[in-house]
C-alpha cells in the first residue's frame, strides 16, 4: 500500500510560462501559474526576457501555491522540477530555486521530463485512462504519438521530423500578421469562416509527422494570391485561417487514426497547448463517437504548460524512489525515455 500524504512541490519553467504546485497523494491541491506578456511584441517568446521573467515570478508564485494549498514547507515531502526540454535559460532558474530549496529543507529532489508531463496531465482530474493508452502530444515545440504502458513506461510510436504543430500554427499567425501566439486568435477567426482553401498534406513515413511543408506551401499561396490581389488576406483571413486550421487537425487526426489501427489500442487522449484548440476537440470527438475511442482530453489549465502534471509526474515517480540528487542539470533538449 502506497504511503499516505506524500505532499510534492512542483515547478516548471520550460519556456515562458512559470508555475508552482502542490500535490498530495496524486491530488491537485493548488495550480499557479504567471503568463509573461512581454513577448507578445516581438512576435515569439525571448530566450534571454523570459529567464529574467522567471527570476521575477518564481517566488511569489511558489508561496501562492503554498497558500491556495493550505501547506507549509515543512509538510513537503519532496520538490519536484522539470528538467526538460525547453529554453536553457528558463529551466536553469526553475532547476536552480528547486535545488536550492530541497537543500535548505533537506528534502528529496524529482526531476520530471516536461513532454512526460503532459502525458500525465490526464491524471489530475478524473476520469483517468486505462493502461495502454495512445497519447497525441501538440504543442509549440513537440508533435508525438506515445504509447502509455503504465505512468513510467513511455514509448514512442510517431514524432515530427521538423516543425510542431504549434509552430505552424504561430508561423501562419506571422504571415498573416495576427498577434503572437497565434494559435487561439486563428482557432477564433476560423469560427468565422469556412475551409474553402486546399493546402497538401505532408507524405511521411509510419507515423511521424512533417510541419515544414506545410508552412512553406502556406506561404506560397499566399504570395501568389497577394500578388492578383494585395487586399487578399484582409478580404479573406477567416477562410485562410478554417483552411489552415482544417488541414493541420485532419494531419493529426489522420495519424492517430492509423496509430489506433496499428496497435488496436481504442483509448486516445490528446495532451499539450494545442489541445485547447476547438477543431481538434470537436473533429476528434467525432472520430471517437464514429470509431468507437475512448477519449481523453484535460481541463484548459492542464494543456498549457503547468505545474500540476510535473507533480502528478513526480508522484509517480516519487512511489517507486526515483529521485536526483544535487548534480542534476537542465537540459534543453531530452528524450523522454
Known sequence: ???????????ESSCDDTGAAVIRDGVVLSNVTA????????????????SRQHQAHIVPVVDAALKQAGVSVHDL???????????????????????????????????????????????AERPYPDFPFLCLTISGGHTQIIRVNSPLNLEILGETMDD????????????????????????????SGKPVFKFPEPQTEGLHFSFSGLKTSILYFLQK???????????????????????IVSILLNKVKQAVVT???????????VSANS???????????????????????????????????????????????????????????
Open 279 to 337: 477543431e481538434v476537440r470537436r473533429r476528434f470527438s467525432e472520430s471517437a463517437s464514429e470509431l468507437g475511442w475512448k477519449l481523453f482530453i484535460p481541463a484548459f489549465e492542464y494543456c498549457t504548460d503547468n505545474a500540476a502534471m510535473i507533480g502528478i509526474t513526480a508522484y509517480y515517480k516519487y512511489l517507486e524512489g526515483r529521485f536526483t540528487d544535487q548534480t542534476a542539470a537542465p537540459e534543453a533538449r531530452m528524450d523522454i525515455g
Open 263 to 273: 496497435t488496436g489500442i481504442k483509448q486516445v487522449a490528446i495532451a499539450g497547448g
Open 35 to 50: 503568463t509573461q506578456h512581454v513577448h507578445e511584441m516581438y512576435g515569439g517568446v525571448v530566450p534571454e526576457l523570459a
Open 164 to 191: 510542431a504543430a504549434g509552430e505552424a500554427f504561430d508561423k501562419t499567425g506571422k504571415m498573416l500578421g495576427l498577434p503572437y501566439p497565434a494559435g487561439p486568435v486563428i482557432d477564433k477567426l476560423a469560427q
Open 225 to 247: 494570391e497577394m500578388a492578383a490581389d494585395p487586399e487578399f488576406i484582409q478580404k479573406h483571413t477567416n477562410d485562410i485561417c478554417a483552411s489552415v486550421q482544417y488541414t
Open 1 to 11: 500500500m502506497a504511503d499516505k500524504n506524500i505532499t510534492i512541490l512542483a515547478i
Open 77 to 123: 515531502s519532496a520538490v519536484a522540477f522539470t528538467k526538460g526540454p525547453g529554453l536553457l535559460g528558463s529551466l536553469i532558474v526553475g532547476v536552480s530555486f528547486a535545488k536550492s530549496m530541497a537543500l535548505a529543507l533537506n528534502l528529496p529532489l524529482i526531476d520530471v521530463h516536461h513532454m512526460h508531463a503532459h502525458v500525465m496531465a490526464h491524471f
